[in-house]
């Protein structure tokens, strides 16, 4: 005849190995996670500067599309550009008084 407190001894055995073994598979896929988020972190911060380089050259082709229209739109440019010019001018000289 078996022992009732060893069959109990063994049993608790068991279930303390299983949660060992469930303890280090929460561990190693924390870890994978942690890794994941890392990269993810990095690939985050890529896609923003890429974001950010590709709204500067939308930007920049906005301004040779105008600057590089009709000849009329060209003049119509440089003469707003005079304008704000004599203005910015103006300004300083009364800052100067």
Known sequence: MVDPNTELVAELGNRID????LYQNARRE?????????????QLKEAIASKAEAEEQLGHTKMAKVL????EDVQQTKSRINQIV???DKCIA???R
């Open 18 to 21: 299983r949660l060992a073994e």
């Open 30 to 42: 924390n870890e994978l996670l942690r890794n994941e988020v890392v990269q993810l972190t990095g």
């Open 68 to 71: 590089g229209s009709a000849p």
């Open 86 to 88: 004599r203005e910015i």
């Open 94 to 96: 009364l800052l100067n």
